[in-house]
């Protein structure tokens, strides 16, 4: 079963940082929204599928089938 991490978002002065609300997680990334550029400082549950949004940014597992 595929668990599914909802990502929550703060104004930080390298970007959008984005955190997993799972306390157990810890993912964290920084999204600049000028550029498109994404940094995972800490990756948490690698398993997980995390996803979330604000402004015009919005992150969400990739979708991946046949060409």
């Known amino acids: 079963m595929t668990t599914f991490h909802q990502l929550t978002c ?3 002065p390298g970007g959008l940082l984005f955190t997993c609300e799972d306390d157990e997680c810890g993912r964290r990334l ?6 498109g550029g994404l940094v995972v400082i800490d990756h948490g549950d690698r398993a997980a599928l995390h996803r979330g949004s604000v402004g015009g940014v919005r992150l969400s597992p990739a979708r991946v089938g046949p060409a």
Do not use: L, N, T, W
């Open 10 to 12: 703060a104004v930080s």
């Open 30 to 35: 920084i999204v600049d929204p000028a550029g």
